[in-house]
């Protein structure tokens, strides 16, 4: 795993994620036949975007922060790259989701554990909080998709 010399270069990385996330919801949206469902995840993707932005702004701040007390064994459990099939099922796609919300709300739980900076921490503790809400929602569909296959 890359060693981050400070957290704005864990920041980066986040960043790079989110904008893979929005993308995985956009090619996700295309391949589902509920109207609702397309419309949930249309709004992921943009609520990803914002996520994105809102890191872009605080990077800077979190390049004085440094990275000592982060365990990077801990670190890299949620942010290895989860491999993407090129010919997944809609099924498959929404178990993805869930363990990249699941991934992306640990680490931000545990870069805002690392700062002492309030605003920095606030920012990463509502990330936590939004990636939550996005497991969440892939969890409901996941059992509606199993419940109908049942």
Do not use: C, W
């Not at 363990?99 to 605003?119: C, D």
């Not at 939550?132 to 419940?147: L, N, P, S």
Request: zero cysteines.
């Amino acid at each position: 795993m890359k060693k981050f010399d400070n957290l704005g270069e864990v920041l980066q990385f986040a960043i790079s994620l989110e904008q893979m996330s929005y993308e995985f919801y956009i090619d996700l949206s295309k391949r589902t036949a509920s109207d609702v469902m397309k419309k949930v995840l249309l709004d992921f993707a943009d609520e990803e975007k914002g996520h994105k932005q809102r890191l872009e702004r605080i990077v800077g701040v979190a390049e004085n922060i440094s990275t000592d007390t982060l365990n990077p064994e801990e670190l890299s459990r949620y942010i290895a790259a989860v491999p993407i099939p090129e010919n997944m099922t809609y099924e498959q796609a929404i178990k993805i989701a869930m363990n990249k919300e699941h991934a992306a709300m640990m680490l931000y739980q545990i870069l805002a554990k690392m700062t002492e900076e309030k605003a920095l921490r606030d920012v990463l503790e509502l990330l936590a909080v939004e990636e939550a809400h996005h497991k969440r929602r892939f969890e409901k569909e996941y059992h509606e998709i199993k419940t109908r296959s049942n």
